[in-house]
Nanobody, 121 residues
Framework: QVHFVESGGGLVQPGGSLRLSCAAS????????MGWYRQASGKQRELVAA???????NYADSVKGRFTISRDNAKNTVYLQMNRLKPEDTATYYC???????????????WGQGTQVTVSS
């Protein structure tokens, strides 16, 4: 099975920065993509940023220019650097990875437990 360790969330003032980390471990054969989603109270879950094994990235329009996603393939870890945070960034942030385990014939989506980000003065 796959296990995620997510860290970096917390309370920050508007305009501040946070860096989220998500490390995947377990019987992993390959990870083709990793990313971050978020869900604010009363709102639909949305893609924040994603990065594929080849290095291509996607960002939500609301965070483009403020957030940067990166990954360390050797450590099966994805990062999200969040700058110039706004109150509307407040949400639970979930790590997602597209993973093939050693015993699987196909890839599946795996999700972390989520980490809370609160932007408030």
């Amino acid at each position: 099975q796959v296990h995620f360790v997510e860290s970096g969330g917390g309370l920050v003032q508007p305009g501040g920065s946070l860096r989220l980390s998500c490390a995947a471990s377990g019987s992993i054969f390959s990870i083709s993509a990793m990313g971050w989603y978020r869900q604010a109270s009363g709102k639909q879950r949305e893609l924040v940023a994603a990065i594929r094994s080849g290095g291509s990235t996607n960002y939500a329009d609301s965070v483009k220019g403020r957030f940067t996603i990166s990954r360390d393939n050797a450590k099966n870890t994805v990062y999200l650097q969040m700058n110039r945070l706004k109150p509307e960034d407040t949400a639970t942030y979930y790590c997602k990875a597209v993973i093939r385990t050693a015993a699987q014939m196909r890839e599946y989506d795996y999700w972390g437990q989520g980490t809370q980000v609160t932007v408030s003065s």
